[in-house]
T-cell receptor, first 116, second 112 residues
Framework: DAGVIQSPRHEVTEMGQEVTLRCKPI?????LFWYRQTMMRGLELLIY????????DSGMPEDRFSAKMPNASFSTLKIQPSEPRDSAVYFC??????????????FGQGTRLTVV | RKEVEQDPGPFNVPEGATVAFNCTYS??????FFWYRQDCRKEPKLLMS???SGNEDGRFTAQLNRASQYISLLIRDSKLSDSATYLC?????????????FGTGTRLLVSP
């Protein structure tokens, strides 16, 4: 398996534009996580899915953020409209059972988003 | 109070030194604990799980203190390649589902 695949790797957009980040988890993993990382706040959990169902979206900053997982092999995180403070690295991760010992959550390489 | 707290560092140590990081967590019902490592501009990767009895993996030792709600990571005989950010990760109990909450990380710099 190629691992968790995120696209795009880099995104520069103007304030007010819609941004869509994409993630393909590792096949067979039933958990998918979206994180945002900044220098100030570290790695923040935005939302996670189990078997394509959103379980906890309490980390989503506001209504401008939305996430979907239409099937087991694809998820999107959308920001509409984008703002400069959304600039960060967005990571997607997938796992079998993240709470079990020695069960690793595998991260994609991240999408570096810059909103100008 | 944050769910997971770490000293951001940086910890500057010479090669061969022993260094220890602590991390505290707020949810006393938390069941699973991990240390992840993140290199500059890379994604986090699992370093080791943390077991109740403590566990060792080569030069790395992890310990859990449930009474005080903290976990620790000890690195012996530091190598230049150990320079990275070490992320404490906790899985707080959550209605039968599992999630991973990360600390902000502790930066380690090992110098020659």
């Amino acid at each position: 398996d190629a691992g968790v695949i995120q696209s795009p790797r880099h995104e520069v957009t103007e304030m007010g534009q819609e941004v869509t980040l994409r993630c393909k988890p590792i096949s067979g993993h039933d958990y998918l996580f979206w994180y945002r990382q900044t220098m100030m706040r570290g790695l923040e959990l935005l939302i996670y899915f189990n078997n394509n169902v959103p379980i906890d979206d309490s980390g989503m900053p506001e209504d401008r953020f939305s996430a979907k997982m239409p099937n087991a092999s694809f998820s999107t995180l959308k920001i509409q409209p984008s703002e400069p403070r959304d600039s960060a690295v967005y990571f997607c991760a997938s796992s079998l059972d993240p709470g079990a010992a020695n069960t690793e959550a595998f991260f994609g390489q991240g999408t570096r988003l810059t909103v100008v | 109070r944050k769910e997971v707290e770490q000293d951001p560092g940086p910890f500057n140590v010479p090669e061969g030194a022993t260094v220890a990081f602590n991390c505290t967590y707020s949810n006393s019902a938390s069941q699973s604990f991990f240390w992840y490592r993140q290199d500059c501009r890379k994604e986090p990767k699992l370093l080791m799980s943390v077991y109740s009895s403590g566990n060792e993996d080569g030069r790395f030792t992890a310990q859990l203190n449930r009474a005080s709600q903290y976990i620790s990571l000890l690195i012996r005989d530091s190598k230049l390649s150990d320079s990275a950010t070490y992320l404490c990760v906790v899985n707080p109990v959550n209605t039968g589902f599992q999630k991973l909450v990360f600390g902000t990380g502790t930066r380690l710099l090992v110098s020659p």
